[in-house]
């Protein structure tokens, strides 16, 4: 079920394909941390990572989950959806379960899988998206996230991290963290210490560590969000 229609991506079909077209093929890549916010001001990023995302690929999507965990999950990390076909306005998607606790719940608050739909429906529509709703908090859990990835890494799999480069910041802020960050993530740096001592906030840094893991651990900047509001905003690949 999509529960984010109309709020952060539009849900008119000539209005989003707008947003989702063209697609360009381009060299492909193993890896993406794309952004989550109002879809308008990141569409293009996205357009360029799945540019580079061959159709028929299985796209695994790792999505951080911001809120608290139900108490129910207090010893859990790991959430998958049900496997289902979800019908976009521009066409049907294959979502796909990776076998962890329901995922329900949290599919409700998280957005950020959702705007992976309408590009898989429109560029993707043989690939099988598999959202996994993450929410590890120390080196211990990355590195049985990482160990997870690299059973899945079989080359025939793409891996998205959704993570914004900032927290929420005062608007003269923004830059000068966002732009620290992608210089990390570029050079390879490890970033768990950092985070964990609130020198980088961005949401997804365990997620983004554990998928450096399985690549180069270089990433290459791919361009900033046409409009900044609140946090700092990036898409950058991996090989």
Known sequence: MMYHGGIFYPDDKEKLEELVAPIIESDEHKAFILPHMELQSIAALYRKAFGSIRNGKRIVALIPIHRELLLRD????????SPRNE?????RIRIGSLGFDDSTPYEEEEY???LLYPFAAYHNPDSVLCPIFAHPENSDDVKKLSSILKELDDGETVFIASSNMTAKLPEDAIEKERDEIINLLCNGAKLMDSWRKGRITACGTPLIESLSRIGSGKWKLIGISEKETKAG?????MD
């Open 87 to 91: 019908e976009t306005p521009l066409g």
């Open 112 to 114: 950020a899988a959702e």
């Open 233 to 237: 905003h990036a898409a950058l690949y």
């Open 74 to 81: 207090s010893d859990k990390k790991l959430f998958s959806p």
